[in-house]
């Protein structure tokens, strides 16, 4: 099992934060700091603890908010690069990012009225941890200035700081307060998007795509001419952002961005050898769906292939799930084989529940069955 999350900030974080601090002014009080961090924080969950630490940080940092913010910047490691996949890379830090939870509190608190100075934070932090938490209430109090800098930032020879650029402008970002006026109006951010869409590093077009999918749960419409116009004499890396940023729509069988995606027609194909196995399952096993498409015509046949499982509820009605299998380019008289394996062992994002659980294939948006599993 997982340890919790607030084992990011373990005991050994705030004596370490200190230190840091310590080093860029040294008139930082560590003892002081830490007598204010320590009482009960072993029963603190995540975000209580950073919100524990940025308040003692409030309380010893110099009160004049614009050299808090440098001495901030100043006690902060040197910047993540990227790794070969362009991922973030923190090297060898024996310690987590999350480290930085704290600042990035401090910032979205304290620093609304020095809005150049806590910029200057946000873009240093954003390359050691994130500022897509802190920069939030700036886009809520200071829109036009926050995203005239974010409009600049979207150039920046930083990735971290291009990300944030989307992340921290997505409506609906886990973990984090919605933005209301974004959320009415994706038009808001669409320019920064659409700047960054063929980005370099595929750490900044994910967080595009993922904003582009916070769009379609509000404006499905808005989300598929968006697609339809990027698609246009697209590189394989935009299609590729394109179809994660309209998966939401796609599990819904949404018919314009199937047809925005060029599957939104019905396929000539035959569904065999459908296979759920075993038939009779008990809670913690596996269940292999399996079937073979084939293509009997004399056409080439484009499909995009899921599976949709109807899982039993508490109340024993039935909620369905759809999980992605792959987009096919079947060739006249193939077949191909498509499967997946479902793990039936408690979760914290699911819980199984006994009964007849409904299997089907969805090609393209159609839903074909394939029969089903019994739970006990």
């Given at each position: 099992?997982?340890?919790?999350?607030?084992?990011?900030?373990?005991?050994?974080?705030p004596?370490?934060?200190?230190?840091?601090?310590?080093?860029?002014?040294?008139?930082?009080?560590?003892?002081?700091?830490?007598?204010?961090?320590?009482p009960?924080?072993?029963?603190?969950?995540?975000?209580?603890?950073?919100?524990?630490?940025?308040?003692?940080?409030?309380?010893?940092?110099?009160?004049?908010?614009?050299?808090?913010?440098?001495?901030?910047?100043?006690s902060m490691?040197?910047?993540?690069?990227?790794?070969?996949?362009?991922?973030?890379?923190?090297?060898?830090?024996?310690?987590?990012?999350?480290?930085?939870?704290?600042?990035?509190?401090?910032?979205?608190?304290?620093?609304?009225?020095?809005?150049e100075?806590?910029?200057?934070?946000?873009h240093a932090?954003t390359?050691?941890?994130?500022?897509?938490?802190?920069?939030?209430?700036?886009?809520?109090?200071?829109?036009?200035?926050?995203?005239?800098?974010l409009?600049?930032?979207?150039?920046?020879?930083?990735a971290?700081?291009?990300?944030l650029v989307?992340?921290?402008?997505?409506?609906?970002l886990p973990?984090?307060?919605?933005?209301?006026?974004?959320?009415?109006?994706?038009?808001?951010?669409l320019?920064?998007l659409?700047?960054?869409?063929?980005?370099?590093?595929?750490?900044?077009?994910r967080?595009?795509?993922?904003?582009?999918?916070?769009?379609?749960?509000?404006h499905?419409?808005l989300?598929?001419?968006?697609?339809?116009?990027?698609?246009?004499?697209?590189p394989?890396?935009r299609?590729?952002?394109?179809?994660?940023?309209?998966?939401?729509?796609?599990?819904?069988?949404?018919?314009?961005?199937?047809?925005?995606?060029?599957?939104?027609?019905?396929?000539?194909?035959?569904?065999?050898?459908?296979?759920v196995?075993?038939?009779?399952?008990?809670?913690?096993?596996k269940?292999?769906?399996?079937?073979?498409?084939?293509?009997?015509?004399?056409?080439p046949?484009r499909?995009?292939?899921?599976?949709k499982?109807?899982?039993?509820?508490?109340?024993?009605?039935?909620?369905?799930?759809v999980?992605?299998?792959?987009?096919?380019?079947?060739?006249?008289?193939?077949?191909?084989?498509?499967?997946?394996?479902?793990?039936?062992?408690?979760?914290?994002?699911r819980?199984?529940y006994?009964?007849?659980?409904?299997?089907?294939l969805?090609?393209?948006?159609?839903?074909?069955?394939?029969?089903?599993f019994q739970?006990?």
């Amino acid at each position: 099992m997982a340890e919790p999350l607030k084992y990011l900030l373990n005991d050994t974080v705030p004596p370490r934060i200190a230190a840091m601090v310590r080093r860029a002014w040294r008139k930082f009080d560590t003892t002081a700091f830490l007598q204010q961090v320590q009482p009960g924080y072993e029963s603190l969950e995540l975000m209580a603890r950073g919100q524990r630490i940025a308040q003692a940080l409030q309380t010893h940092l110099p009160q004049d908010v614009p050299r808090a913010l440098g001495v901030l910047v100043e006690s902060m490691d040197p910047p993540m690069g990227l790794d070969a996949v362009g991922e973030p890379d923190a090297g060898d830090r024996p310690y987590s990012a999350f480290l930085y939870l704290p600042h990035s509190i401090y910032i979205g608190t304290h620093g609304l009225p020095h809005f150049e100075a806590a910029m200057a934070a946000q873009h240093a932090l954003t390359q050691r941890f994130t500022a897509e938490f802190c920069i939030r209430p700036y886009l809520l109090h200071h829109q036009g200035a926050t995203l005239a800098r974010l409009r600049d930032w979207a150039q920046d020879g930083n990735a971290h700081v291009r990300r944030l650029v989307s992340e921290g402008t997505r409506p609906r970002l886990p973990w984090a307060p919605r933005l209301p006026a974004f959320q009415a109006n994706p038009q808001l951010a669409l320019p920064l998007l659409d700047a960054l869409k063929d980005d370099p590093s595929s750490y900044v077009r994910r967080s595009v795509a993922n904003h582009l999918g916070d769009i379609a749960k509000d404006h499905p419409d808005l989300a598929v001419g968006t697609a339809r116009a990027w698609l246009q004499s697209a590189p394989a890396p935009r299609e590729a952002l394109v179809r994660h940023g309209l998966r939401f729509l796609i599990k819904r069988g949404d018919a314009g961005a199937l047809d925005a995606l060029g599957v939104g027609h019905a396929v000539a194909l035959d569904v065999r050898a459908a296979r759920v196995l075993p038939a009779r399952a008990r809670i913690g096993d596996k269940v292999r769906i399996e079937a073979e498409l084939h293509n009997p015509t004399p056409q080439p046949q484009r499909v995009l292939a899921d599976l949709k499982v109807h899982y039993v509820k508490a109340h024993g009605g039935a909620a369905p799930k759809v999980f992605k299998l792959q987009t096919l380019d079947i060739p006249p008289g193939a077949t191909v084989a498509v499967g997946k394996t479902l793990s039936l062992q408690q979760m914290t994002t699911r819980t199984h529940y006994p009964g007849a659980h409904q299997v089907e294939l969805v090609l393209n948006g159609r839903p074909q069955p394939l029969g089903q599993f019994q739970l006990s």
